[in-house]
C-alpha cells in the first residue's frame, strides 16, 4: 500500500461515527487504523463495526472510540516470514489487511488480501441462494409522471437498462437468481419484457385484480414462498451486501429486516426550541442524521398469514403486524441508496449510477 493511502487510512479517536462512515466511503478499503497523537495504532474499525455500533444503540455524534476494534491482528516490522504469516492469518480469520508495525506501534505499512493472493482471488466466495426476490412491480408510477403515462415504472431505463433488469444484477451478483414479480399497473408490457429476454434466472410472476396498498400482493404469494424472501420495492436501487443481509437476519432468528440507510436530511428553516411558551434554543438550518427505510425487506414465510387476501395493506401497517408476532430488526449501512422513483432522484441516479 502506497504511504500517501495509508496516511488517508488514520484517523483519530475523537472522531465521530459519521465521520468514519465518510471516511470509509471516500477510501473504499474497508477498515481505518485509529491512532494517537504519535501514530501509536489503537484499534481498527470496519462498516461491520459501525453496523453493530448502531444496532445496538449509539448514536452518528458518538466517538468512532466507540465501536473501534482493541484486539486487531498484527506483525511486527522485524518478524521473519512476514508475508507467510499474514497469509495464515487472513485465512484463519477472515480479514484482508493486516498492519505491519515498528517497535513503537506505529503502522509502517499494510499488507492486502491482494498482495497474497492477487487481485482475482477473493476472501469470500460467492454464495448461491434458492431464496426467492420478490419484486413490487404494480404501482402506477405517479411520481414519475408524465413518464409512465407511456411504460411502467419497472421499465424506466437507467442508462440503457430498465430499473429492474439492475435490481436483478444487484441480487445476482451475491447469488440470487429466483425472481417472483408482483404486477398490475401496464402489467403486458413488463411480461412482454421478461419474456423475450434470455435472463440467466428463474422468474415468475402473479397479477393483482386491484390495487392492494405497498404490501398487499404478498398475499398472492402463500403458495410460492416457504423460505426466507427479499422483497423490493421496484423503483429501489442498493449497492449493499446482500448475502450478508441474508445471513445476518437468520443469525438474529428475525421475523423481519428492514434495511435502512444513513440520510443527512437538512432543515431549510431555523428550527425554535422552546419550553412553556420561552425560546429555549434556537438552530440555523440544522443537519439531521437518521436512517430511512430503503423499501428492501428480509421476510420470513410466516409474515405472508398477517396479509388477508385480496385485501388491501401498506407495508408499514404489515411491519407493525410483525412486530407484534416475532423480531423486527433493522439492518443499517452507510451509503447506495437510489429511490429512483421521483424524479429528483432519479436525475441524481442516472449521474451516479451512469457506469451501471
Known sequence: ??????????????????????????????????????????????????RRGLI??????????????????????????KKEKAQT????????????????????????????????????????????????????GTRLDPFTKILPKPLIPIGEKPIIEIIMEKFNNYGFQNFIFTLNYKKEYIKMFLRENNFPYNIDWVEEDNYMGTAGSLSLLGDKLNDTFFVSNCDIILN????????????????????????????PYGILEMDNGILKNFIEKPNYDVLINTGIYVMEPEVISLVQRDRPIDMNILIELASKKGKVSVYP????????????????????????
Open 89 to 140: 492469518i487472513m485465512l484463519e480469520k477472515k480479514i484482508e489487511q493486516i498492519p505491519i508495525l515498528d517497535r513503537d506501534r506505529r503502522i509502517i505499512y499494510v499488507i492486502l488480501w491482494a498482495d497474497i493472493f492477487g487481485k482475482k482471488e477473493k476472501l469470500k466466495q460467492k454464495q448461491h441462494f434458492s431464496n426467492p426476490v420478490v419484486i413490487m412491480a404494480g404501482g402506477k
Open 333 to 356: 449501512i452507510n451509503e447506495g441508496w437510489f429511490d429512483v422513483g421521483q424524479w429528483d432522484e432519479y436525475n441524481k441516479s442516472l449521474k451516479e449510477l451512469s457506469n451501471v
Open 56 to 81: 445496538n444503540g449509539l448514536k452518528f455524534s458518538d466517538k468512532v472510540e466507540n465501536v473501534m476494534c482493541k484486539r486487531f491482528s498484527y506483525i511486527f516490522y522485524n518478524e521473519p516470514d
Open 1 to 50: 500500500m502506497k504511504k500517501a493511502k495509508l496516511i488517508s487510512l488514520l484517523i483519530p479517536i475523537d472522531l465521530s461515527i459519521k465521520q468514519a462512515m465518510q471516511k470509509l466511503n471516500d477510501t473504499a478499503e474497508k477498515i481505518l487504523f485509529i491512532v494517537n497523537e504519535s501514530e501509536v495504532l489503537l484499534g481498527t474499525v470496519t462498516d461491520g463495526d459501525i
Open 240 to 267: 449493499a451486501d446482500y448475502a450478508d443481509i441474508m445471513d445476518w437476519h437468520k443469525e438474529n432468528n428475525n421475523l423481519m429486516t428492514l434495511i435502512g440507510c444513513h440520510k443527512e436530511v437538512k432543515i
